[in-house]
Each structure stands twice: as structure tokens, then as C-alpha cells.
């Protein structure tokens, strides 16, 4: 019996990434974008070139309306969802006395309650099936806090406190709730560093590289097929930050 996934942000960046690697492994995949329509479409192109078909869904999981759109839709067209990948989120480089409400109200509805949402619209058809993974992406700031990016962590610290509480509710219930938590990964969102700021953070992790999408997409791979993780925190940032 095939599974279902829904990947959130998944137009480009890891999010693209994760949503190759789930559907190369037989899972059907609803790949969720916000703005980024042919990059959605290009991606759907590209893994038809491999006999690979994927749904792609235009929904924003910032508002309710948007998680609950598409969690509908998975559910009415597979009658399931067995895995729940929460990526979708933005970042803001600014000094924090310069942060407005606009700007808390950004970040944190993007990537935090995008995830409280969509765990919310989806929870209730995993508890009826007794099992399902839900991997939310957060981030290393999360742990650690990034300077000139404090909304981002603390959008990002709150997935982790999420993950953590929630794993312990829903595991009566066969569902695993874990947090991958990425360093620097070569996407879009790190253009705003330079090479020289690019070099000196190589210079700081003991793999010597800048991680790479796929790093992140084989992590959320093994999360899905094992069965005994949750309530963790993973962090892949090549040795960056010990914890």
C-alpha cells in the first residue's frame, strides 16, 4: 500500500529536494507552493521525465484557510496522510529595534503557525489510522540564536518546542514528531551571505563544506522509514554546533 506525503514549501530550495526524494521512493506526494507556480510546475516536469507523477498544490499554509485547503484536498483524492513535511518558511535580515509588527506577523504565521495549522488539519486523520511522521524543518538559529535574525530563531525555536510536546501526545497514537534542524545549507535563503562570510563559516565546521539540500532530504528519508524515533531534534550541520 503506497503512502501519502505532503511537503509544504516544496517549489524549490529543500523543499524541492524532499519532495524528489519521497516520490523516487514510490510515496505520493502533494508538493505545496505559495508563489513560486513554475518552479511547482518545473518540478512536476521534471520528475515526469522519470515516470514520476506528483501533485502540485497552490496553497497559503500561513493562513488556516490555506493549511486546511490542503490537507482537504490530500485527504479527499488518497483518503490519507501518512506523512506530513513541515518546510515551508522565510527569513529577514534586519536589526531587531527595526522589526515591526508586519515583520512578526511574517515570519512567525510562515513558519510557525504554518506548522501549527497544518499538524492541526492533518493529526485527526493520523490518529483515526493509528500511524504517521510528521518532520518539521526548523533550523540551527533555533538552537543557537542568529544575530540580525531574531524573529527567524525564534520562529524556529518554536517549531522545536512543538516537536517536543507534541511527540508525547500523539505517541499512544503511532505518530512520530521529529525536527530537523539544518545549518547553512546552499539554498536561496543564505544569498544575503558573501563569499567571504561563506568562506569563514566553512572555516568553522569540522566537514570543511556548506551542507547541500540533499543532505536534509536523506535525513527526512530515514525519519520516515524508521519507527522508533521522536521528539527529536536532529541536527545536520557538519559539526557546526554540538549539541
Given at each position: 500500500m503506497y503512502k501519502v506525503a505532503i511537503v509544504t514549501?516544496?517549489?524549490?530550495?529543500?523543499?524541492?529536494?524532499?519532495?524528489?526524494?519521497?516520490a523516487r521512493d514510490n510515496i505520493k506526494v502533494i508538493a505545496n507552493y505559495n508563489k513560486s507556480k513554475e518552479k511547482a510546475i518545473g518540478l512536476k516536469e521534471e520528475l515526469k521525465k522519470e515516470n514520476i507523477d506528483i501533485d502540485i498544490f497552490k496553497a497559503d499554509v500561513s493562513k488556516r484557510e490555506g493549511a486546511k485547503e490542503l490537507a482537504n484536498y490530500a485527504i479527499k483524492k488518497y483518503g490519507k496522510v501518512d506523512i506530513l513535511i513541515n518546510n515551508a518558511g522565510i527569513s529577514e535580515y534586519k536589526i531587531f529595534t527595526e522589526e515591526t509588527d508586519e515583520d512578526w506577523e511574517k515570519i512567525i504565521n510562515t513558519n510557525l503557525?504554518?506548522?501549527?495549522?497544518?499538524?492541526?488539519?492533518?493529526?485527526?486523520?493520523?490518529?483515526?489510522?493509528?500511524?504517521?511522521?510528521?518532520?518539521?524543518?526548523?533550523?540551527?538559529?533555533?538552537?543557537?540564536?542568529?544575530?540580525?535574525?531574531?524573529?527567524?530563531?525564534?520562529?524556529?525555536?518554536?517549531?522545536?518546542?512543538?516537536?517536543?510536546?507534541?511527540?508525547?501526545?500523539?505517541?499512544?497514537?503511532?505518530?512520530?514528531?521529529?525536527?530537523?534542524?539544518?545549518?547553512?545549507?546552499?539554498?536561496?535563503?543564505?544569498?544575503?551571505?558573501?563569499?567571504?562570510?561563506?568562506?569563514?563559516?566553512?572555516?568553522?565546521?569540522?566537514l570543511e563544506r556548506i551542507g547541500k539540500v540533499e543532505d536534509i532530504a536523506k535525513c527526512v528519508k530515514w525519519l520516515v522509514d524508521d519507527n522508533f524515533t521522536t521528539g527529536q531534534i536532529?541536527?545536520?550541520?557538519?559539526?557546526?554546533?554540538?549539541t
Open positions: 514549501g516544496a517549489s524549490r530550495g529543500i523543499g524541492r529536494e524532499i519532495a524528489k526524494y519521497l503557525y504554518s506548522v501549527f495549522a497544518m499538524c492541526q488539519e492533518v493529526i485527526p486523520n493520523m490518529i483515526h489510522n493509528k500511524s504517521g511522521c510528521i518532520i518539521n524543518i526548523s533550523s540551527i538559529w533555533g538552537i543557537v540564536g542568529s544575530s540580525l535574525e531574531v524573529l527567524y530563531s525564534i520562529s524556529k525555536a518554536g517549531i522545536d518546542g512543538l516537536t517536543k510536546g507534541l511527540a508525547k501526545e500523539l505517541g499512544p497514537s503511532n505518530i512520530r514528531v521529529n525536527s530537523i534542524a539544518p545549518g547553512v545549507i546552499d539554498t536561496d535563503m543564505n544569498n544575503n551571505l558573501s563569499d567571504m562570510e561563506l568562506k569563514q563559516i566553512r572555516d568553522e565546521i569540522p536532529i541536527s545536520v550541520n557538519g559539526g557546526w554546533v554540538i
